[in-house]
């Protein structure tokens, strides 16, 4: 199983990207799928979760700004991030639990004007 990561980058309080996660050695059309992140110094934490139906959920701090999809035919889950601010600067991975399990190296997010 390996997940890898990407679209991260930097930008300015209110902008938006979206992350990629591309899975080889692992179907995630049948499969329950995270997004965490871990912040400097700060312990990892849950972002959302996708699960098999294609339901979607995510933590009361989202607040309607984050988005995480799935399209089976490239293997792959997405996180769209909007209205972001300086306090979702971190590493943020795909996973196959909240706690992180099986995660990759993760993409970093920076927010800052």
């Known amino acids: 199983v390996q997940f890898v990561e990407s679209g991260g980058g930097s930008v300015q309080p209110g902008g938006s990207l979206r992350l990629s996660c591309v899975a080889s050695g692992f179907a995630v059309t049948n499969s329950y799928m995270t997004w965490v992140r871990q912040a400097p110094g700060k312990e990892l934490e849950w972002v959302c979760s996708?699960?098999?139906?294609?339901?979607?959920y995510y933590p009361a701090f989202v607040k309607g700004r984050f988005a995480c999809s799935r399209d089976n035919a490239k293997n792959t889950i997405y996180l769209q991030l909007s209205h972001l601010t300086p306090e979702d600067t971190a590493l943020y991975y795909c996973?196959?639990?909240?706690?992180?399990?099986?995660r990759g190296q993760g993409t970093q997010v920076t927010v800052s004007s």
């Open positions: 996973a196959t639990d909240a706690a992180g399990s099986n």
């Open positions: 996708i699960n098999r139906s294609g339901d979607t």
